[in-house]
T-cell receptor, first 114, second 113 residues
Framework: DAGVTQSPTHLIKTRGQQVTLRCSPK?????VSWYQQALGQGPQFIFQ???????QRGNFPDRFSGHQFPNYSSELNVNALLLGDSALYLCASSLLAVSSYGYTFGSGTRLTVV | AQRVTQPEKLLSVFKGAPVELKCNYS??????LFWYVQYSRQRLQLLLRHISRESIKGFTADLNKGETSFHLKKPFAQEEDSAMYYC???????????????FGTGTRLTIIP
């Protein structure tokens, strides 16, 4: 089992551009969450998807949007990129019924906005 | 609003000495707390969760609701314990995926040989 896979691993974008990050959850998991981790900080919750719907959202602007597909994979989209969006973006998956067992994290996508 | 505080950004401990990584939380509901660990060049992974009351790699953590703490402890540090440790609070608002993890800022633990 490959666990949670994220693509791409690294990305450089110009301010004002748009970016799409992708995540495939661990086999058997049905819930995907996205986190932003700035340098020296803990992961910050962006949003969570279950049954193809956004169920919970953190304190992030509408420039951050997402999608979950029928196969449970997910995308994170960020529009009108700002320099401050530079961070490691983590995807985490879980099985909703037993999510108290903890999440499985991917290795992340390192986004640099210049 | 919920918050997780890890007061130490850096902690150095000699091999064989006891380790304690501090975590305090604020949350008005019933908390579920976790410790996640990130070893060098590896992904974030679950170390332990309070509801299981288990010991993983010699680490234990007890939830103290009176002190709103969930400190991570190990009696004898080993070199392979050097890593970044994050305390996290899980909040679930319903049974329909309406949940999130709130992380602390992390503590980098270095074990001195």
């Amino acid at each position: 089992d490959a666990g949670v896979t994220q693509s791409p691993t690294h990305l450089i974008k110009t301010r004002g551009q748009q970016v799409t990050l992708r995540c495939s959850p661990k086999s058997g998991h049905d819930t995907v969450s996205w986190y932003q981790q700035a340098l020296g900080q803990g992961p910050q919750f962006i949003f969570q998807y279950y049954e193809e719907e956004e169920r919970q959202r953190g304190n992030f602007p509408d420039r951050f949007s997402g999608h979950q597909f029928p196969n449970y994979s997910s995308e994170l989209n960020v529009n009108a990129l700002l320099l401050g969006d530079s961070a490691l973006y983590l995807c985490a998956s879980s099985l909703l019924a037993v999510s108290s067992y903890g999440y499985t994290f991917g290795s992340g996508t390192r986004l640099t906005v210049v | 609003a919920q918050r997780v505080t890890q007061p130490e950004k850096l902690l150095s401990v000699f091999k064989g000495a006891p380790v304690e990584l501090k975590c305090n939380y604020s949350y008005s509901g019933s908390p579920e707390l976790f410790w996640y660990v990130q070893y060098s060049r590896q992904r974030l992974q679950l170390l332990l969760r309070h509801i299981s009351r288990e010991s993983i790699k010699g680490f234990t953590a007890d939830l103290n609701k009176g002190e709103t703490s969930f400190h991570l402890k190990k009696p004898f540090a080993q070199e392979e314990d050097s890593a970044m440790y994050y305390c996290a609070l899980r909040i679930s608002l319903s049974n329909f995926g309406n949940e999130k993890l709130t992380f602390g800022t992390g503590t980098r633990l270095t074990i001195i040989p």
